[in-house]
């Protein structure tokens, strides 16, 4: 029956593919015709002003439609923040930690021993850089591949269908198009009264780069990235201490998941002071003084740190760009208000990825700029926000997609709730490796798959049977039924469906 089930909603899928897509737009429901923007110039379909992923994805998917066109990218190297100093990079050095610390302190367990193992940091950092370079210039190869034409330097609007731009070389060229792609990523938000040097106060770039393991890190902001270099140096041998105005660590977890995720940091020697704020801090001595008091107001305290990581989130770039010049209306914080076809209040100039609104993740620029390089072709594109999947890359990863408990509680909606440790799952205990639990959120009436969040060693992989559940408006029964590998980590999942909708076998 639940297979059944996937078969009619496959096949309801197929008849109203186009309806989602559709309803994003306000207007008429005609197919949508190229009608470039009038600039008296034919040199470029489409020009993408930013080379992250969200612009490459989008020069290289508006070539493949056959459209002419353009990026531009004021590093000099593709791939933006994620790739150069982002995503990539934090990655690289989660891996090599990861990898020293087991070394360090769960080899012998698997009778693998050895008398002593150190840190080559000048190492690990070359590998992470080895791994940069490799993509980066992978990226300049798909762009050859796909005839895309790359103009390296920092482009602003000088007209809704011209960019000038000052290139790396010391130059100036205009490049002109029928149709603007803004895609410059985000910043580093800094935080009043710090001043980030990238020595001893760093953002996230200059915690990918510190030349020696501090022996005191604070960090200033209990997200995702805050999370992640945090665990790269306490594995390493830093003491840790991560300072939160909020009561929680990463706000937007499931809750019950949050709270195993921070003792499980905690277990790691990671100190977490929340509810605190930040108000000033001295960087006259040898050593980083900050002044800590109470969110709520209160005595205050004084936190010394030998390095101090700003992991206060990022904020859209779009100063310096010439977006007023041209007209394009940006909101208080900086971001670009775009329709549901990704295009500003000017005819012609569209915006995707960190620069709109919606979250500040390198696979959702991604998706955006497919779908709007879709649009201007006259095709139909489409990004559901609501099954954008989120990632903490520590040990054990956390991952989620769809809705939270509190969400779905907040909504109203009659829910159940199907959970399975991964205690209970013989891969992880074959590998010694089982801290972590599946938890599934569904419809009580219908058993429609709400949410689902896991912590575990490879949650970031687990996730994605999740999200395509979840895009095909799966049952928690249709999740229990489908065969998975055995001895592996995915039966946790099967599991946490069973759960929901039944019972589980092995609990």
């Given at each position: 029956?639940?297979?059944?089930?996937?078969?009619?909603?496959?096949?309801?899928?197929?008849?109203?593919?186009?309806?989602?897509?559709?309803?994003?737009?306000?207007?008429?429901?005609?197919?949508?015709?190229?009608?470039?923007?009038?600039?008296?110039?034919?040199?470029?379909?489409?020009?993408?002003?930013?080379?992250?992923?969200?612009?490459?994805?989008?020069?290289?998917?508006?070539?493949?439609?056959?459209?002419?066109?353009?990026?531009?990218?004021?590093?000099?190297?593709?791939?933006?923040?994620?790739?150069?100093?982002?995503?990539?990079?934090?990655?690289?050095l989660l891996h090599s930690s990861h990898m020293y610390h087991e070394a360090k302190h769960s080899f012998a367990s698997h009778g693998v021993k050895f008398p002593s193992v150190e840190v080559d940091?000048?190492?690990?950092?070359?590998?992470?850089?080895?791994?940069?370079?490799?993509?980066?210039?992978?990226?300049?190869?798909?762009?050859?591949?796909?005839?895309?034409?790359?103009?390296?330097?920092?482009?602003?609007?000088?007209?809704?269908?011209?960019?000038?731009?000052?290139?790396?070389?010391?130059?100036?060229?205009?490049?002109?198009?029928?149709?603007?792609?803004?895609?410059?990523?985000?910043d580093v938000k800094s935080l009043p009264g710090i001043t980030i040097d990238e020595k001893r106060i760093v953002s996230s770039t200059g915690a990918l780069a510190l030349l020696e393991i501090p022996k005191r890190l604070v960090v200033i902001g209990a997200g995702y990235i805050g999370l992640e270099m945090g665990s790269v140096w306490g594995r390493l041998g830093s003491e840790v201490t991560v300072v939160e105005f909020a009561?929680?660590?990463?706000?937007?977890?499931?809750?019950?998941?949050?709270?195993?995720?921070?003792?499980?940091?905690?277990?790691?020697?990671?100190?977490?002071?929340?509810?605190?704020?930040?108000?000033?801090?001295?960087?006259?001595?040898?050593?980083?003084?900050?002044?800590?008091?109470?969110?709520?107001?209160?005595?205050?305290?004084?936190?010394?740190?030998?390095?101090?990581?700003?992991?206060?989130?990022?904020?859209?770039?779009?100063?310096?760009?010439?977006?007023?010049?041209?007209?394009?209306?940006?909101?208080?914080?900086?971001?670009?208000?775009?329709?549901?076809?990704?295009?500003?209040?000017v005819p012609g100039v569209y915006a995707i990825g960190d620069v709109i609104p919606g979250p500040m993740l390198a696979h959702k620029a991604e998706e955006d700029g497919v779908a709007c390089v879709e649009f201007i072709a006259g095709k139909v594109g489409h990004v559901d926000y609501d099954k954008v999947p989120g990632v903490v890359y520590t040990h054990p990863e956390v991952a989620s997609v769809g809705k939270t408990e509190e969400q779905v509680k907040a909504l109203g909606v009659e829910y159940r709730v199907g959970k399975f440790p991964f205690l209970a799952n013989s891969r992880a205990k074959a590998i010694d490796d089982a801290e972590g639990i599946v938890k599934i959120v569904a419809d009580k009436e219908t058993d429609k798959i709400l949410g689902v969040h896991i912590m575990a060693p490879n949650a970031g992989e687990l996730i994605h049977e999740a999200v395509l559940a979840l895009a095909y408006d799966a049952s928690s029964e249709d999740i229990a039924r489908v065969c998975h590998a055995h001895p592996t980590m995915s039966e946790a999942l099967k599991e946490a469906a069973m759960a929901t909708y039944d019972k589980p076998i092995h609990m």
């Open positions: 029956m639940a297979m059944a089930s996937i078969a009619r909603r496959k096949a309801s899928h197929l008849f109203n593919c186009a309806s989602p897509a559709a309803l994003r737009y306000s207007g008429s429901l005609t197919p949508f015709s190229r009608g470039f923007a009038s600039g008296g110039s034919d040199d470029n379909d489409v020009v993408v002003i930013g080379g992250g992923p969200g612009g490459y994805v989008a020069a290289i998917k508006a070539a493949q439609l056959g459209l002419k066109t353009t990026c531009i990218e004021k590093r000099g190297a593709l791939g933006g923040t994620c790739l150069n100093v982002g995503c990539i990079p934090s990655k690289a940091l000048p190492a690990m950092m070359a590998q992470k850089d080895k791994a940069v370079s490799g993509l980066t210039k992978g990226i300049e190869g798909l762009f050859k591949k796909n005839k895309v034409t790359y103009v390296k330097g920092y482009g602003k609007f000088i007209s809704p269908s011209e960019v000038s731009v000052d290139t790396i070389d010391g130059g100036n060229t205009v490049v002109k198009g029928k149709n603007i792609i803004v895609a410059t990523g985000s009561p929680d660590i990463v706000p937007s977890m499931d809750g019950e998941i949050r709270k195993q995720f921070q003792r499980s940091l905690e277990k790691q020697k990671m100190k977490f002071m929340l509810k605190t704020k930040v108000v000033g801090v001295d960087t006259s001595g040898d050593i980083v003084k900050l002044t800590l008091e109470p969110a709520a107001g209160g005595a205050q305290t004084i936190l010394e740190a030998d390095v101090v990581l700003v992991s206060a989130g990022r904020t859209p770039f779009t100063a310096g760009l010439g977006l007023e010049k041209i007209g394009v209306e940006t909101d208080k914080v900086g971001r670009i208000p775009v329709n549901d076809r990704f295009a500003t209040n």
